[in-house]
């Protein structure tokens, strides 16, 4: 997928008053590739506008308008692309109460030797989790996972009549979610940007 560049991202006062629309455009895109696996997992896979927003929205919280700073987010967020033939996710670990959560985060250590998506007809696609989220003790609630696809992975995940499945097996966590209908589509539409781009 194109990296983002400087020259995309608007100046903070010019964030300011495009960010309603620009918001609605993003919530949108958001919701379509928001993958529930389980009640307690979500996958939030990501593209250049969720990026991009991503991009503005530090730059104006943090007040960042310096050249160089802006760049620094730029090369930041550049490296969650989702590279050619591949999908990348920001994995959440979603427990409401702080004990449960941190006990969670415990119990799935070895989580990224357990997450992948199965694309009927095809080897499954493990999960390239990022080595810095997890330790010996315990993994963080925040996680970012790719999923690389062979020529023939890609096919099949773009033909819409064979089943795709995102599945978590491990022992203390065990479930899996259907790549279906607009999400579905979604990621194949920004497959084939990436192939294009």
Request: net charge negative.
């Amino acid at each position: 997928m194109k990296k983002l560049t400087i020259a995309e991202i608007l100046p903070n006062a010019a964030f300011k008053e495009a960010r309603p629309a620009m918001e609605r455009t993003v919530i949108r895109d958001k919701e379509a590739r928001r993958v529930a696996l389980g009640p307690n997992l979500t996958l939030l896979f990501e593209n250049r506008v969720t990026l991009a927003w991503q991009i503005q929205e530090m730059c104006r919280v943090e007040h960042i308008s310096a050249p160089e700073a802006v760049q620094h987010e730029v090369d930041t967020y550049n490296a969650l692309l989702p590279g050619r033939d591949e999908l990348a996710a920001t994995l959440l670990v979603e427990y409401e109460r702080p004990d449960e959560r941190d006990r969670m985060l415990a119990a799935l250590l070895g989580l990224h030797e357990h997450v992948r998506l199965e694309i009927e007809g095809e080897a499954a696609v493990a999960g390239a989790f990022d080595a810095d989220q997890y330790n010996a003790q315990r993994i963080s609630s925040v996680q970012f996972v790719r999923f690389s696809l062979t020529a023939a992975q890609f096919d099949a995940l773009c033909d819409l009549r064979r089943a795709a499945t995102l599945v978590c097996d491990h022992p203390a966590y065990a479930c899996r979610a259907a790549l279906a209908g607009s999400a579905r589509g979604a990621l194949v539409q920004d497959l084939l940007e990436g192939r294009a781009g």
